[in-house]
């Protein structure tokens, strides 16, 4: 599974854009934004982030309220 990032743009150094390497090396843009932390936002929910929080909130919240690993 790839991991997404997102770096300066070449072309336009006032746009930001997300995408991952290919196993060959090759980048893979999957969208452009002129906000770093749009461009982070958009990283950490493509690398799973929401998933994570949501399991963790679950197991918080779940029981007596004692979090149990």
Request: glycine content about 8%.
């Given at each position: 599974?790839?991991s997404y990032?997102y770096i300066?743009?070449?072309?336009?150094?006032?746009?930001?854009?997300?995408?991952?390497y290919k196993?060959?090396?090759?980048?893979?843009?999957?969208?452009?934004?002129?906000?770093?932390?749009?461009?982070?936002?958009?990283?950490?929910?493509?690398?799973?982030?929401?998933?994570?929080?949501?399991?963790?909130?679950?197991?918080?919240?779940?029981?007596?309220?004692?979090?149990?690993?």
């Open positions: 599974m790839a990032v300066k743009s070449e072309r336009n150094p006032d746009i930001f854009t997300v995408g991952f196993p060959n090396g090759e980048w893979e843009p999957e969208s452009d934004y002129t906000d770093s932390e749009k461009a982070a936002e958009r990283v950490a929910w493509l690398n799973g982030v929401n998933a994570v929080r949501a399991t963790l909130d679950e197991a918080l919240n779940s029981g007596s309220g004692v979090y149990r690993p």
